[in-house]
């Protein structure tokens, strides 16, 4: 904690004011990056689009497996925190999108269960391929996830018409 404030040029105090501990701020750091890289490929509406859908969905992949190249024995141990930062923050990115849908008339219940699905077989799908790329060319996996994804999307939205 010495090191992290020293470097942060804050005395400990001020940064336990902000967080719990060195993970809380792990967490912290790697969802800003995440959201930070999110921010710089999708335009500033952030409105849902097949276009955005598909800069997301690659995205999602590509981050991935530049996190495994980087990633050293000793680090494994933070591979879950980073996978719960990512999925939480596709969950919310695409429950904003549903939100934010014309004439969305369906309950919060549902949108929030739509977000979760998606998000979830979206993130898990860019984690399996992330280990073991060899099996998959990138275009060819986000292009099979983004079919999917427009599928379950496309007859959740026909519902709140």
Do not use: C
Not at 108 to 128: D, N, Y
Request: glycine letters at 4%; zero cysteines; a negative charge.
């Amino acid at each position: 904690m010495h090191d992290i404030a020293t470097r942060a040029s804050v005395n400990r105090a001020t940064f336990y004011a902000h967080f719990e501990d060195k993970l809380a701020f792990l967490e912290y750091w790697m969802t800003d990056k995440f959201q930070n890289i999110i921010k710089k490929r999708l335009p500033d509406d952030l409105a849902f689009s097949q276009e955005n859908l598909h800069i997301l969905v690659q995205t999602i992949f590509q981050f991935l497996v530049r996190f495994r190249q980087y990633i050293t024995p000793g680090d494994k141990q933070f591979e879950p925190m980073l996978e719960k930062a990512m999925q939480k923050e596709l969950y919310r990115l695409l429950l904003q999108w549903l939100q934010l849908r014309p004439n969305q008339s369906l309950p919060q219940e549902k949108l929030e269960a739509a977000a979760l699905v998606v998000s979830w077989g979206v993130f898990g799908s860019a984690l399996q391929w992330s280990r073991d790329t060899g099996v998959r060319s990138l275009e060819s996996i986000v292009e099979d996830v983004i079919e999917v994804v427009t599928v379950n999307l496309g007859a959740f939205g026909e519902q709140a018409t």
